[in-house]
C-alpha cells in the first residue's frame, strides 16, 4: 500500500494568513493526489484532485502543487470558516490510502 | 444535483454482520466513469477507504478488510449495499458512502461527492 504522511499534525494561523500543509507519499504517485477538508459532523469535501486541480465550488485560496512523492496544499488569507481537518489521499494506485491528517486552527 | 444518503442500523452487537446501503440520486452507475465507494472515520481517527464498485462492476477493496466486506449494486434502485461481517468495537465509525468519477483511464477514481454518514456503533 502507498502510504501518505501529513505535515504538520496542527497547523495555527492567524486570519488572513497563508496556512501550508505538506503531504508525502511513499513512493512516487506522479500526480494522483487529493485533498480533503472535514469538519466535525459534516461529510468530507473534496477540495483538490490532480494535485492541483479544484473541484468545482471551491473557492481560488485554496491551491495545491507538488509532483512525484512531495505535495502541498496552501489556503491563502485564512478565514474562519477554513477551520478543519485537512487529509490529503492518493489516487495513483489501489487500495486508496489517506493521510492522518492536519489540523488547521486560527491562532 | 447529486445526493447520496446511508441507511441501517446504528447498534451493533460484535460478530454481527453489519448491513450499510447507499442510496443515491442524480447519476447512475450504468454510466461510464462512474463508482460508488465507502469510507469510514472512527471517532477522533482520521479517515479510512473501505471499498468500490465501479459502474463495470469492478469491485475494490481495502487489503486489511477484504476478508470482512463486501459491495454490491443494484442500478435499478440506484443503490450499493456495503456488507461487513465479524463487526468489532473498533468497526465504530462513522460510514460515508461516495460518488466517485473517473477523471483518467486506468487510475482510480476521486470522491466528488458524499453522503451526511452514518455513526454505528458496535458494543455488546
Known amino acids: 500500500d502507498i502510504v501518505t504522511t501529513q505535515s504538520p499534525a496542527i497547523l495555527s494561523v492567524s486570519p488572513g494568513e497563508s496556512a501550508t500543509l505538506s503531504c508525502r507519499a511513499s513512493?512516487?504517485?506522479?500526480?494522483?493526489l487529493a485533498w480533503f477538508q472535514k469538519k466535525p459532523g459534516q461529510s468530507p469535501r473534496l477540495l483538490i484532485y490532480?494535485?492541483?486541480t479544484r473541484a468545482t465550488g471551491v473557492p481560488a485560496r485554496f491551491s495545491g502543487r507538488g509532483f512525484g512523492r512531495e505535495f502541498t496544499l496552501t489556503i491563502s488569507s485564512l478565514q474562519s470558516e477554513d477551520v478543519a481537518v485537512y487529509y490529503c489521499?492518493?489516487?495513483?494506485?489501489?487500495?486508496?490510502?489517506f493521510g492522518g491528517g492536519t489540523k488547521v486552527e486560527i491562532k | 444535483q447529486i445526493t447520496l444518503k446511508e441507511s441501517g442500523p446504528t447498534l451493533m452487537k460484535p460478530t454481527q454482520t453489519l448491513t450499510l446501503t447507499c442510496t443515491f440520486s442524480g447519476f447512475s452507475l450504468t454510466n461510464n466513469g462512474v463508482g460508488v465507494g465507502w469510507i469510514r472515520q472512527p471517532p477522533g481517527k482520521a479517515l479510512e477507504w473501505l471499498a468500490l464498485?465501479?459502474?463495470?462492476?469492478?469491485?475494490r477493496y481495502s487489503p486489511s478488510l477484504r476478508s470482512r466486506v463486501t459491495v454490491a449494486k443494484d442500478t435499478s434502485k440506484n443503490q450499493v449495499v456495503l456488507t461487513m461481517t465479524h463487526m468489532d468495537p473498533l468497526d465504530t465509525a462513522t460510514y460515508y458512502c461516495g460518488h466517485y468519477y473517473y477523471p483518467t483511464s486506468g487510475y482510480p477514481p476521486v470522491g466528488l461527492n458524499w453522503g451526511q454518514g452514518m455513526l454505528v456503533t458496535v458494543s455488546s
Open positions: 490532480d494535485a492541483s
Open positions: 489521499q492518493q489516487h495513483d494506485n489501489w487500495p486508496l490510502t
Open positions: 464498485i465501479a459502474w463495470d462492476d469492478d469491485k
Open positions: 513512493q512516487s504517485i506522479a500526480s494522483k
